[in-house]
């Protein structure tokens, strides 16, 4: 009887990959460091190369290869294809996305008591009777 291999879910087999070393970009700055074999691997380096990086959530940090005539965002699923395909010193280029906007609430009606809206709406009040017997 031959032992069934363990089935894992969600991850992807490693690669060998020829590229040992690229430039990463960012903000006009550009540093070499080593291949990162997994996405998180590269957003860590990312991270440790510039400081200023470490606070931001890593789901806004993207990496991106140049095309052919223009930069191309590499997702999670397929950094490890996409790296065995760069030559070595390719420049990633790190974006930053902007955090998304607070939500928006639709201001509540706050119109000032004695406003034309008002004024018609307290005539038909209890005691509207008694504006109407002082008004005359």
Known sequence: MIAAEPQVKN???????????????????????????TYDDA???VQELWPELRDVDRDRIKLLVTGSDHLVRVPRIAWQAVLCDLPRYEV?????????????????????????????RRSSGLFSWIRKTFSL
């Open 43 to 45: 957003i860590d380096i």
């Open 92 to 120: 990633v280029h790190v974006q930053v996305d902007q955090p998304s906007p607070p939500p928006q609430y639709q201001a509540k009606d706050t119109t000032r008591w004695g406003s034309s809206d008002e004024k018609g």
């Open 11 to 37: 991850t992807l087999p490693v690669i060998k990959c020829p590229v040992d070393i690229l430039t990463f970009h960012y903000n006009k700055n550009m540093a070499y460091a080593p291949a990162a074999m």
